[in-house]
């Protein structure tokens, strides 16, 4: 190389300094912050959404133990006020008068979960669809207080002591569920779009013709993730937290590394998603290729033990259903290392397989 | 380190897409410290050539050495010394100017400060905007100077100011006459004629993947012995008289080119009467006459007979 200086000229003055400047990983993991932070809606997806995902999830099904349910009394049948002063009384219930078509509309649009029809003081007839849980719920609430109205007198004596534990709601069972689906999502798309879209504006091409370490490049993406993960598993568990009281019962470190090993393997399957593909197209279709089976089979929003025994290995062996499974049991069972084995295992093994044959088979040109 | 001689050495570069032969048999060399231009139509392998000598895309056969060396035994040390720039890079648009020097300058061991970079590029006041707000005038001169971040010995270009406007492309053209005079090697591609002339010391003029003629532009341009070129319409219809201009006094050449005949001259001042007059006595009707310099461009239409650029 050159002496510093050795070939100034006219109109160029400098003075080649070496090791003056940044180490090449740090500029390109900055590099790649700036891109995802610039850009509103990557922001969004990753950490808007899955918050308002865990909110609507959480309001919809919340529990509610106070629950009241909402019955018809028919206002034409013959002893009407009988039946609605008998069920009055009762705090489990909301009583309405409806004629004879208000109450059918009722009926079949919810409004109202049954329909009592006073025939006469000692005969009255429920109407009701089986199938509607409420429906039968409130059978038993309108039967039990019209049978005590009448006197009837409980042969076995009953206390309630009620309990409403924390880490049983259906929040809690989304929420891990929700995370692992996160950082998922962030890490293909997030990997898998930049790189198609580097190599096809011929980024990767000028890079390479660069002394740039190939697999520093590749680490960069990694490293972003890491950083992003971090702040995405903050946000998601602490409004767990916070907004409905989601528990974290096992060890943080244990947590923390289920979410490492998470966000990695789904960055190295986003670099593997693009380590060919020429076009955002051709790199969007493999990756709904590969996210959607997971998302309906991995236990993010129903058990996986819906499947059949059959196909149980096969959703077992997905890297979601692994990922799901320790960040839920970690942070609802409270699972220690020991019973984690199993599922980091199917992580690391996902994770050395696509990075390797990412790293393989890129193409850089 | 000494500089060999000669900064790049091409034999016998030959190149295949499927049935189409991209380069063939192709030859070179460019001396260090000259500005040295591959001139040639779009598709006559100007790309796939600078590519392989920046080790980008494999030969199928020939040899390529640049700055002594070979690309498969030296490639990252050859890396630290050159400069590339391809002719399609896009930047990442929400990159700001100077974060993308200071990235491309973190690949090398050693080069000038970013701040020097955008001084010598004049992207001083759009140091903190965006790529996607650039010019293209400035995305190009951006791209130069992310080749310049490792100081490079040899500077590669590919069409740097095609799609570019006329002032754009002089700014351009100043850069490069600054980068040649500081004494770094360059091999630039291009399709204008005026951009070869203008910047390159020796020109090779490419076609189908070979090279047809390589000199300087003023030999080539000489070696026409044309002193001037007459350009000459005349009605249509029966314009394509073969043979026209056949021993007119002064005219060493003539083509026709739809409606226009293209004729060399030695002298204009005694050609054009005598072309005049011939028009005349063919009894056609002259529509226009223009006469101009030799350019390289009038090379390359007396080397294939086609232009440079399809109008
Ligand atoms: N990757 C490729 N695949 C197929 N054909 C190609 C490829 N690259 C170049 N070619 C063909 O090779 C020829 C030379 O192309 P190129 O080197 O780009 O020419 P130029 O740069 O002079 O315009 C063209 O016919 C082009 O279509
Ligand atoms: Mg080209």
């Known amino acids: ?365 | 380190m000494q500089s060999p001689a000669l900064a790049l050495e091409v034999r016998a570069l030959r190149k295949t897409f499927g049935t189409v032969v991209a380069v063939d048999a192709l030859d070179l060399q460019v001396r260090s410290g000259e500005c040295f231009g591959l001139l040639g139509p779009n598709g006559a392998g100007k790309t796939t050539t600078i590519e392989i000598c920046e080790g980008l895309q494999e030969p199928d056969s020939g040899d390529v050495i640049v700055l002594g060396r070979h690309w498969a035994s030296d490639e990252r040390a050859l890396r630290e010394r050159l400069g590339v720039q391809l002719q399609e890079t896009q930047f990442s648009e929400k990159v700001t100017v100077e974060e993308t020097i200071a990235l491309f300058r973190s690949f090398f061991r050693s080069g000038p400060a970013v701040e020097e970079i955008i001084g010598l590029v004049q992207l001083e006041e759009k140091r903190g905007a965006r790529v996607g707000t650039l010019s293209g005038g400035q995305k190009q001169r951006l791209s130069v100077a992310c080749a310049l971040a490792g100081d490079p010995e040899l500077l590669f270009l590919d069409e740097p100011t095609t799609g570019l406007d006329p002032q754009s492309r002089r700014q351009l053209w100043d850069l490069v006459e600054r980068l040649r005079a500081s004494g770094r090697t360059i091999v630039l591609t291009t399709h204008y004629m005026e951009e070869a002339e203008r910047l390159c010391d020796r020109v090779a003029i490419v076609d189908q993947g070979r090279v047809i003629a390589i000199d300087t532009p003023r030999a080539l341009i000489r070696s026409l012995g044309a002193e001037q070129v007459v350009e000459v319409e005349v009605s249509e219809g029966i314009a394509a008289t073969p043979g026209l201009f056949d021993g007119t006094q002064g005219v060493l050449s003539a083509r026709l080119d739809g409606p226009l005949w293209t004729l060399q001259v030695s002298a204009a001042h005694e050609a054009v009467p005598a072309v005049l007059h011939r028009v005349e006595e063919a009894g056609l009707s002259l529509t226009e006459l223009r006469t101009h310099t030799p350019t390289l461009e009038d090379v390359f239409v007396s080397l294939t007979g086609r232009h440079l650029r399809e109008q």
Request: proline share 5%; net charge positive.
């Open chain 1, 1 to 365: 190389m050159s002496a510093p200086g050795s070939r100034e000229g006219p109109g160029i003055g400098w003075n080649p300094r070496p090791g003056e400047s940044e180490s090449p990983l740090i500029q390109l993991t900055r590099t790649r912050f700036r891109e995802f932070l610039r850009e509103p809606e990557a922001v969004f997806w990753t950490f808007v959404f899955p918050l308002l995902l865990a909110s609507g999830l959480g309001l919809a099904f919340r529990s509610r133990p106070n629950d009241v349910a909402k019955v018809g009394v028919l206002s034409t049948a013959p002893a009407a006020s009988l039946v609605r002063d008998a069920l009055a009384g009762d705090s489990s219930l909301t009583v309405v008068m409806l004629d004879d078509t208000s109450a059918t509309t009722a009926l079949r649009i919810g409004t109202v979960a049954l329909v009592v029809v006073a025939l006469d003081s000692q005969r009255v007839e429920y109407r009701l669809d089986r199938a509607r849980t409420e429906a039968r719920t409130a059978r038993f609430l309108v039967d039990d207080a019209l049978q005590r109205a009448r006197g009837r007198a409980n042969p076995v004596a009953v206390t309630e002591a009620l309990v409403s534990e924390r880490g049983s709601r259906y929040i809690d069972f989304v929420l891990p569920g929700l995370l692992a689906m996160n950082l998922m999502g962030s890490g293909m798309w997030g990997i898998g779009f930049s790189i198609v879209d580097a190599r096809r504006k011929k980024l990767l091409k000028r890079f390479v013709a660069t002394p740039m370490r190939r697999y520093h490049y590749l680490a960069s993406f990694l490293l972003m993730r890491l950083g992003l993960m971090v702040i995405e598993v903050s946000v998601i568990s602490a409004f767990g937290r916070f907004a409905f009281g989601v528990p974290m019962r096992g060890s943080v470190v244990a947590f923390a590394v289920a979410c490492l090993l998470g966000a990695l393997v789904f960055g190295s399957l986003g670099l593997l998603v693009a380590s060919r593909a020429r076009t955002i197209e051709a790199a969007s279709g493999l990756m709904n290729l590969i996210m959607l089976p997971m998302w309906v089979a991995s236990g993010v929003f129903f058990s996986a033990g819906n499947f059949p025994d059959a196909v149980q290995p096969f959703i077992q062996a997905l890297p979601l259903t692994a990922v799901v499974d320790s960040v839920r049991g970690i942070m609802i069972q409270g699972l220690g290392w020991a019973a984690l084995a199993p599922e980091f295992a199917i992580i690391a093994a996902w994770l050395v397989l696509s990075f390797g044959i990412a790293l393989r088979f890129f193409r850089w040109r």
